[in-house]
Every structure is written in structure tokens, then in C-alpha cells.
């Protein structure tokens, strides 16, 4: 009787307390269906939603809600383990301690992120650190509220300044994926409302982040990965709300050729569509698409530029607009020489000899008698002029062949 009372009791005690596997393959094998049976009760009590990548332009990679959600408590700043620091000892010097103490102090504000994301890109520029700042950022916003997300999405500085943090530690596709999250709009507020997709607060912070991802490819000397994101924004923007174009973002594009000139290395496909989505001056102070036909990888044309700047109600605040912006202004001289250029090799020695004057006339900083008082590098101004001068003897020679011709017989 007491041999079968002890195995009752080690039988009763078997089923309530299971042996843990002899093996190390069978513990792999019990950990695996543990998991999948936990992801499984997850998946069924938070499905995730139905995703439509027709309703967005902006390609994300598949992920689970399980994995994003336990990655983002796992990653969380509060959960690492570090020595304790006296309550009232010296403040935090890298750019990582102090995020870290924000958070422990519940004091973190866009502003002082925005402070942090600019000490800590000086920091890795003079010496790389061990310590990812970008990876605590993501986590943090992933677990913040809608209210803090709208502050940060609306804050230029912001965006501005963690948008190169992001991409410098190696995480270029988070902030795709906010720039997803944006365009869901699920969790955006306006104010005290939910935003819609046709919110201006939030298609403006749309525009924000796609001219600050834009920026990053340019940054990398790849104008032409800029171009495209641009496009198919555009081409989105056009669909869901087409009378709030992407101001920012074409700025950022028309900017950036005009700098690059003909080296702007963007394809012929991709050039048309930048300027088929360009946005008037009328709607905003831009660099217009006739200024961006000049650098046209096959077909260059000044014939726009000519009739736009012949146009008084159009050139007068034109050439108001650009004087306030010091680098524009040399910018725009540069391509307003390109199209006199353009023209002589055209024959259309008219727009060539207009696009002079129009030079001299209004860029005496650059090249007329208070040239030399202007604050740009000697060098500059000489180049400038010497192209101009150039450009004088090259019309005034083909002036002088054609007028015989012209003359009657």
C-alpha cells in the first residue's frame, strides 16, 4: 500500500508540475510551440489591419503588429539597466544621456529633442558613437501619444533635425515608415480632432518629411532618387487633395537643379514629370518649371523662360522675390546666362541679346560698377562676367553675319 501511495503521489505531482525536457532539442521544440501558440492568441486578439498599397506610394516592408509591438517595448529606453547616477550630481554630456535623463524626468519636449538630435550629430561627426540614438527615438515615438506624434510631425525643427539622425544611425526605413503612418493618418490630431487625410496641419507635415527624405538623397548626390520621390508624391498629392501641392518638397527638387545645372543627372521620364508637376509662381514663390526646361536632359528650351520674363505683371515680383535670397539670386543669374547661352546656340539671337540685358540690368551686384562691393568670392564675380563678356562677342559676331544677310539686294 505505502509503494502504490508514492506513486500516486509522484504521479499526481507529474501532472502538475511537468519535467522540463531532457534535451536541448526538446526545449527548443516546447519554446517554439510556446511561441507560436502566444502569437497566435496576440494575432487573434489584435488582428492586424488591411493593408491597401494602392491607397499609398510609399513602400514599407511586411512586418507583424506582434513583432513592432514587443520591439518597441523591449527597445524602450526605461528598460535598460544602468548604474545609478546621484540625484543631484553633474548633468549628462552626450547627447544619449541626456535623452536618457529626459525621459527618467518626464521632462522630454520636441524642442529639447530637437536640441538633442543637433548634439548628437555633431557628436558622431567628430567621433562615432557606440551608443544609437536612433533606435531610443523610434521606440519612444512608437509609445508616445497621438498629441505628442501631431507636435512632432508639425515641428520644422524637428523634422529638420531628426530626420538626419535617423538616416546617419542606419534607420532610413522607420522614418518611411512614419512617413506611411502619416499618410494612414490613424492616430493624427489637429487640435483636439482626429485628422483626416485632407487636414492641412497634417498634408503640410506630409510635405515636411518627404522634402527632409528628399534632402538625404540629395545629401548622398543622388538628385535623381530625389526626383523620384518627389514624383510620386506628387502623383499621390494630385489624387487625394490636388489644390494643396507639395510646396516644400518641390522647392527641394527645383532648388537642387537649379544648383546642379545641366549635371543634374535625373532621367528624361522622370525630368518630364517633375515638370509636369511643378508649381506656378503664382501659388507660391518657386523657381518656375520654365527655369527647370532649361536643364532638360534632351530637349532644352529657353522659349518659356524668354516669354515669362518679357512678362511685366510677371517679372516685376519676380525679380522682387529673388533679390531677398542671397543664394537663389546667384543662382538664378547663372541660369539666366545659361539661356542666353541656350538661345545663341539655337539661333534666336533676339532671346539671347534679352536675356543679356536683363543680366546686366538687374544683377549690378554681380556684374555692374558696385560689383566690386557685392560679398561674394572674387572669383565668382570674374567667371560671371567673363561668361557674360563671352557671351557679348559670341552674339555680336553672329549679329554681324547675319545682318548682311538680312540687308536688301
Not at 331 to 357: I, M, T
Amino acid at each position: 500500500m505505502r509503494v502504490s501511495a508514492v506513486l500516486l503521489l509522484k504521479n499526481l505531482l507529474t501532472r502538475l508540475h511537468p519535467p522540463a525536457p531532457a534535451t536541448e532539442r526538446e526545449s527548443a521544440r516546447l519554446l517554439a510551440v510556446l511561441d507560436h501558440a502566444f502569437r497566435r492568441q496576440l494575432d487573434a486578439a489584435h488582428p492586424p489591419p488591411k493593408e491597401d498599397l494602392q491607397q499609398s506610394p510609399v513602400p514599407t516592408q511586411p512586418s507583424r503588429p506582434v513583432n513592432r509591438h514587443l520591439e518597441s517595448l523591449l527597445l524602450h529606453p526605461l528598460l535598460e539597466t544602468k548604474q545609478s547616477s546621484p540625484a543631484h550630481g553633474p548633468p549628462p554630456h552626450t547627447a544619449v544621456d541626456q535623452f536618457d535623463h529626459a525621459l527618467r524626468t518626464r521632462n522630454m519636449t520636441v524642442a529639447k529633442l530637437s536640441r538633442i538630435a543637433r548634439q548628437y550629430l555633431v557628436q558622431i561627426k567628430n567621433k562615432p558613437s557606440p551608443e544609437k540614438l536612433g533606435h531610443r527615438l523610434a521606440a519612444w515615438l512608437e509609445a508616445e501619444s497621438a498629441h505628442t506624434k501631431s507636435s512632432f510631425f508639425q515641428s520644422p525643427d524637428a523634422i529638420h533635425d531628426v530626420v538626419p539622425l535617423m538616416y546617419a544611425d542606419g534607420l532610413e526605413s522607420t522614418v518611411w515608415a512614419w512617413l506611411r503612418s502619416l499618410y494612414e493618418c490613424e492616430w493624427f490630431r489637429d487640435g483636439d480632432a482626429v485628422g483626416s487625410p485632407q487636414t492641412p496641419a497634417l498634408l503640410h507635415a506630409q510635405d515636411m518629411l518627404i522634402s527632409e527624405m528628399m534632402r538625404m538623397s540629395i545629401r548622398r548626390g543622388s538628385i535623381h532618387d530625389a526626383a523620384a520621390q518627389y514624383v510620386a508624391a506628387a502623383l499621390y498629392r494630385a489624387q487625394s487633395a490636388p489644390t494643396e501641392p507639395l510646396t516644400s518638397s518641390y522647392k527641394r527638387i527645383a532648388t537642387a537643379i537649379l544648383h546642379k545645372r545641366h549635371r543634374h543627372g535625373i532621367d528624361t521620364s522622370t525630368f518630364d514629370q517633375v515638370v509636369d508637376h511643378a508649381i506656378s509662381f503664382s501659388t507660391d514663390r518657386v523657381v518656375t518649371r520654365s527655369f527647370l526646361q532649361l536643364y532638360h536632359p534632351t530637349s532644352p528650351t529657353a522659349e518659356g523662360l524668354y516669354h515669362e520674363l518679357n512678362n511685366d505683371s510677371f517679372a516685376g515680383p519676380w525679380h522682387s522675390w529673388h533679390r531677398k535670397h542671397k543664394l537663389l539670386h546667384a543662382a538664378l543669374l547663372n541660369s539666366v546666362l545659361d539661356a542666353a547661352q541656350l538661345s545663341l546656340e539655337q539661333s534666336k539671337f533676339h532671346h539671347a541679346s534679352f536675356f543679356l540685358d536683363l543680366a546686366e540690368t538687374h544683377w549690378p551686384d554681380y556684374l555692374g560698377a558696385s560689383s566690386s562691393s557685392v560679398e561674394s568670392p572674387p572669383d565668382h564675380t570674374s567667371i560671371i562676367t567673363s561668361r557674360l563678356q563671352r557671351a557679348r562677342q559670341l552674339l555680336a559676331s553672329h549679329t554681324s553675319i547675319v545682318r548682311p544677310q538680312l540687308a536688301p539686294t
